[in-house]
């Protein structure tokens, strides 16, 4: 990853900080994207001179138009890393039910504008990574959970499932790489930030560096090589699983 241009979303916190802060360690050039500013800040004084930051809120279009326009001035992008996320559940929509149209602005449509904002730059250079942050709330083939708690965001996860796939599909002939990053629960702020405290530090959740490190993974491999899709859950061993 050194010297390679790295766009994270999601920058401020959680995974997006995990994954941003590990990749500067190996000598790659972030470019950080949250609508959070102070917490950017942080970020990037953590980093140092080899980030830049900008201030974007993904579920409005025209700001991702605009910011990819400004990074793209100056660098050339060589990874993407949707990061950006919102938590929604039955509890919390009844009592805000503008939250279902929300999440899907920043999970699905936010994500999907950043891509597309880029994909033209990837196409001119012939070369990138995107990798998208998606969920086992978006996945078959493993178990996610009592979904029926959180439909809207299942929902929000299974549309950047279809989209990662048919977007991938899309650049066959280019050396335009897609993954797919498919987590479970882990340690992070998302439900804190949805007014869920008391899920933090629970015996079902992974630590945010050790899924960083299995993001990094999808990065790091050969050019011939493309993780196309990663599956990354707790493990629970002769324990059993946890509820």
């Not at 509890?91 to 904002?117: C, Q, W």
């Not at 996945?139 to 950047?160: E, H, I, P, V």
């Amino acid at each position: 990853m050194k010297d390679k241009t790295v766009v994270v979303t999601g920058a401020s916190s959680g995974l997006g900080r995990s994954v941003a802060i590990r990749l500067s360690e190996m000598g790659a050039k972030l470019v950080l994207i949250s609508d959070n500013k102070d917490r950017l800040t942080q970020v990037q004084q953590r980093i140092g001179d080899s980030s830049k930051q900008y201030v974007c809120d993904i579920s409005i279009p025209e700001q991702v138009r605009t910011t990819v326009a400004e990074i793209i001035q100056s660098n050339n992008v060589d990874v993407l890393i949707n990061c950006a996320g919102i938590w929604t559940d039955e509890e919390l929509e009844a009592s805000d039910p503008d939250r279902r149209k929300k999440v899907l602005e920043v999970n699905t449509l936010g994500t999907i504008e950043m891509t597309k904002a880029l994909e033209p730059h990837f196409r001119e250079r012939d070369a990138g990574h995107v990798l998208n942050v998606i969920s086992t709330s978006g996945n078959f083939d493993t178990s996610s959970g009592d979904n029926t708690l959180w439909q809207t965001y299942g929902a929000s996860k299974w549309a950047l499932t279809g989209f990662t796939r048919a977007f991938k599909d899309s650049l066959d002939g280019t050396n335009i790489k897609v993954s797919g990053f498919y987590p479970g629960g882990f340690e992070s702020n998302l439900y804190e930030s949805a007014d869920r405290p008391e899920s933090h530090d629970q015996p079902w959740m992974m630590k945010t560096e050790d899924v960083a490190s299995a993001l990094i993974f999808c990065l790091t491999q050969p050019e011939d090589v493309l993780v196309e899709k990663l599956i990354v859950t707790k493990f629970f061993g002769s324990k059993g699983k946890l509820p």
